[in-house]
């Protein structure tokens, strides 16, 4: 789910970037805080960071006393992708294995789909091996499937999320 957030930040601008045109300061404290906004990845309470739609306020700045930078207090509206529990979503396939198969949706990209998930689907081996139903339906590699989120995983260390997702359900399965 895509939420549309507000936040607060601290953005500093090394003493060499600052100059006597407001504009240009307005200029570096926008890329500095695009920059640290794309280094930051993602938090487990907002998801992963897509966007920043507008900057709302810039505070005062405050000279640091070591290194001569300006530590400028933000704020911002931006758009952040965070999946939850229950909710129905869309991933292509990239890994196929004996027991299930891992999906990416948007930035996350460790979905897995167990075969005890998928209800009817048999494991199909071979060089591009493939899950077909009685139907000849397939999931394959590339494929899009439709799935709903068991549970989600925050991994602190890598900045990420992992899901276990499911197609019990209706409507659930590869996509035409």
Known sequence: MFLKVQLPWNVIIPADSLGAKGLM?????????????ACKKATKDLGYFIA????????????RQNTG?????????????K?????ILEGVVHK???HGVFLRCGPVQNIYLSHLKMPDYHYVPGENAIF????????????????IVIGTKWLEAEREFQALVSLE??????VS
């Open 25 to 37: 300061l307005q200029k570096a404290i926008v890329v500095h805080l695009l920059d640290d906004f």
């Open 52 to 63: 920043v739609t507008t900057l709302e306020s810039i505070g005062d700045g405050k000279v």
């Open 69 to 81: 930078d300006v530590l400028f207090p933000v704020v911002f509206s931006g758009i952040t992708f």
């Open 83 to 87: 999946m939850f529990r229950g909710e």
């Open 96 to 98: 196929i294995l004996k």
């Open 132 to 147: 077909m139903n009685d139907k000849h339906s397939k999931i394959e590699k590339d494929v899009v499937v439709r799935f």
């Open 169 to 174: 359900g209706d409507y659930l399965g590869p």
